[in-house]
């Protein structure tokens, strides 16, 4: 069986991008981070969302750089909507979007923006990250950047209890969420609230 040259194109350039990031990670994990950063810099010039990802919590950390909260806001963004994400079909990092969330919530690296900081952490949850969900249930308990909405925090909260198996903690917050939310729901809304956690849940 013959292999098509494009495909031979295609695993052969796959295989040093991918060398290259483990190159990355192996300097950051050794704390080389000069080296680290300049490796995931190449590949996120690139449109690599995890190298994207990587720069921004260098930026944000001042690892291998001068701290720059605005630049690392950049590079989440980026890697939360690419232009590569967009056109191979594909989600953007859902943990740089929880952290584009945070610093807009914060005000780092850019004015506090609650309604942003919504829209980011909407984006990562939708995705299944739990920290995300958690802080958006809260938002909309209190009705921070968003119309206070208490179906849609018992749900998000009700989505978090569940991606917190092993966080006692944190259960307990979503927790703490969803059941004040209930407090203010009539019956029906609460039902309603409970099948589509359970809906979400089973997707």
Known sequence: ????????????????????????????????????FKLFESHATRQHIDAM???GIM?????????????????????GESNWKREHGKLGSREAQYQAGLMHLNGHGTKRDPDEAADWFEDAATQGHAPAQLALARLLLKGEGVSRDYQEAYVWAGMALNSFPSDEA?????????????????????????????RRLAE
Request: avoid cysteine; charge should be negative.
């Open 170 to 198: 944190k259960q307990a917050e979503a927790r703490a969420i969803r059941d004040e939310a209930a407090r203010n729901l009539s019956p029906k809304a609460l039902a309603e609230a409970t099948k589509e956690v359970q």
């Open 53 to 55: 990802y990587q720069l």
């Open 59 to 79: 930026y944000r950390d001042g690892l291998g750089v001068e701290r720059d909260l605005a630049r690392a806001l950049e590079w989440f963004e980026e890697a």
């Open 1 to 36: 069986m013959r292999i098509k040259p494009l495909l031979l194109l295609i695993f052969g350039l796959a295989g040093p991008v991918w060398a290259d990031m483990e190159a990355a990670q192996q300097a950051l994990d050794e704390q080389n981070y000069s080296t680290a």
